[in-house]
């Protein structure tokens, strides 16, 4: 595909405009007849992407994308998953509606999925006999390790741990901000296996010079160019030292999937998901803050100020982000049901980042007034908390169910949204419409 910034994948831009998609992907446009006949490059864009000549290019419709890339691998992979809402097909990327979220450990099939680059084929063919995970940079000793070392030289963990986009909450943003347009649904808490971060770190030998560590993973490069890595994340060394940071090899008691990294990744939990890079094949510790891509300039950074809506601010003013503020969802009932009972039971979960949720209060009456929802402790930390509350509505009509969730520092989650220009870190009250009937 033609290099540059890709906001909207290959499926869905065309389904949202198929001649303009055209022009931008094949570089054609479509005639009266609807007949957009390729010619020159167009032409040698999709023979190139198809990997052969097309015989009949002069009958190919215009807006119509050929079936080879319409249901390719990736798109194959994504047919595994239960309801998810894709928001892009190149990467993949989709949320999970919070009504399939109920569950207090999320299944594989209904995780979201984040990805910046291409799946790579080991996720494919699952098969790890070649892989190894390098472990350089400020170290005394670098080491390699292969997926069976790795489970074996290393005490095994099982932690169910939550991961959530920085992005989550996005598409509420107004003015708007650029990127997926997630709504609520890019969180998820799998049980993950792996061995403690600290553990491999340790055995090479941690230099008094190192602060920072950097991922490197195999996704590739949505242009295409092997030299290029679609994102690098890292984390303050403090971070990757904390006995939940895990280096994962299985997910819900299986294998990773493929769309999640295959056969390892970090799990960074608390923090945005970019920092539990997929795919992982080299861990680098540095002694400066690590800048690979998607950790400079403005990515997944936010202003060290608070600013109003659609205020422009200067890249000298972001600060990179770390822990993810405290959160609430409600899961049961979904949202826009009518029933007829004035009695409803309320389940949904909680989290807080590095910090623990201390309680999670609902109102039907537009916040007027609380009551305090029963909340379970975690079954251990960065894990979300299953919380439950019942209401009853005094007569027959429309009404708003809010969850607004605090943590142990005392951070309470707000109404309105704290705007800023990449559309990160929403946690805004979440709420859900029922109509009682009678």
């Known amino acids: ?87 892009n097909d190149r990467p993949i990327n989709a949320e999970t509606p919070p009504h399939l979220l109920d569950d207090p450990v999320t299944p594989n099939e209904r995780h979201f999925v984040r990805n910046n680059g291409i799946v790579p084929d080991i996720a494919y063919e699952m098969d790890a006999s070649d892989w190894r995970l390098k472990i350089d940079g400020e ?81 590739g490069h949505l242009s295409g160019d092997p030299e290029k890595l679609p994102i690098s994340r890292g984390v303050p060394l403090a971070k990757a030292m904390e006995p939940h940071s895990i280096i994962a090899f299985a997910m819900n008691g299986e294998p990773i999937p493929a769309l999640h990294g295959f056969p390892v990744r970090t799990i960074c939990p608390g923090w945005a998901g970019s920092t539990s890079q997929k795919w992982l094949q080299r861990i680098e510790l540095r002694n ?17 100020y608070p600013v109003a809506p659609g205020t422009k601010v200067d890249k000298a003013d972001f600060k990179i982000m770390e822990a993810m503020p405290v959160k609430s969802l409600i899961t049961t009932p979904q949202t826009n049901q009518t029933i007829a009972e004035r009695r409803l039971a309320l389940r949904g979960h909680a989290w807080a980042g590095d910090n623990s949720v201390s309680r999670v209060d609902i109102s039907h009456d537009f916040g007027a007034t609380w009551t305090q929802a029963d ?44 705007w800023n220009p990449k559309g990160y870190l929403n946690n805004s009250m979440h709420r859900i419409a029922v109509t009682v009937s009678a």
């Not at 009853?392 to 520092?409: I, L, Q």
Request: aromatic fraction near 10%.
């Open 375 to 418: 909340l379970a402790p975690p079954p251990n930390p960065y894990s979300w908390q299953t919380w439950s509350a019942e209401v009853t509505f005094p007569e027959k009509g429309y009404y708003e169910v809010w969850a607004r969730a605090t943590d142990d520092k005392g951070n309470s989650q707000p109404f309105a949204i704290n």
């Open 1 to 87: 595909m033609p290099s540059g910034k890709q906001d909207r994948g290959l499926c869905e831009l065309y389904q949202q405009d198929p001649e303009r998609a055209d022009k931008l992907v094949f570089g054609r446009e479509a005639h009266k007849d609807r007949r957009g006949f390729l010619r020159g490059a167009g032409l040698a864009t999709m023979g190139a992407m198809l990997g052969a000549t097309i015989p009949f290019h002069r009958n190919f419709p215009a807006g119509l994308i050929p079936a080879a890339m319409a249901d390719d691998g990736e798109m194959a992979l994504f047919k595994t998953k239960d309801g998810l809402t894709l928001l």
């Open 288 to 304: 400066v803050v690590h800048d690979g891509p998607k950790m400079t300039g403005t990515s997944y950074r936010v202003p060290y």
């Open 139 to 219: 170290v005394n000793t670098p080491l390699e390790f292969s997926l069976e070392e790795l489970k074996s030289k290393f005490e095994n963990v099982t932690l169910k741990l939550q991961i959530e986009c920085g992005g989550n909450g996005r598409a509420a943003f107004n003015p708007p901000a650029r990127g997926n347009q997630w709504t609520l649904g890019a969180i998820g808490n799998a049980e993950w296996t792996g061995v403690r971060y600290a553990d491999v770190l340790k055995a090479a030998g941690v230099k008094d010079s190192a602060i920072y560590t950097a991922h490197y993973s195999l996704d």
